[in-house]
């Protein structure tokens, strides 16, 4: 696989935050771009740099991942959204999925799966 996609992860937690991201810098089909903190600092990158993906932790104070989608989604950002949380309530998924979200994934999923969810949904 060729495509490599650019992507900015979104957790409030630092130690999730810098995870994720050097799971996917070991991999060659993902570019991480930036590093968002909370929905706001997310919703300005995102605009600004369209990466082709965002990881977006559900759970965040001041804007949630929720709020942080439907605002991205109303500003008609193409890139896919993935929400990576611990919860797997099922009305979190509808609402999820029903706001435009690519993807659902738990953060207790062994990483080699992450990846692999992640590259199915970057095609």
């Known amino acids: 696989m060729n495509n490599v996609s650019t992507v900015i992860v979104v957790d409030d937690h630092p130690l999730m935050r810098r995870g994720v991201t050097q799971l996917l810098d070991m991999d060659p ?20 740099q369209q990466p082709d993906m965002v990881l977006l932790d559900l759970n965040m104070k001041l804007l949630s ?19 990576l949380t611990m919860s797997d309530a099922k009305q979190d998924v509808i609402a999820l999925i029903n706001q435009g979200a690519n993807g659902y994934l738990l953060k207790g999923t062994d990483p080699d799966l992450l990846l692999e969810n992640l590259k199915q949904i970057q095609l």
């Open 29 to 48: 089909n993902f570019v991480v771009v930036d590093e968002a903190t909370n929905g706001i600092e997310a919703f300005n990158m995102v605009k600004k």
């Open 65 to 83: 991942g929720l709020e942080t989608l439907k605002a991205l989604r109303n500003e008609s950002i193409s890139s896919k959204i993935v929400i």
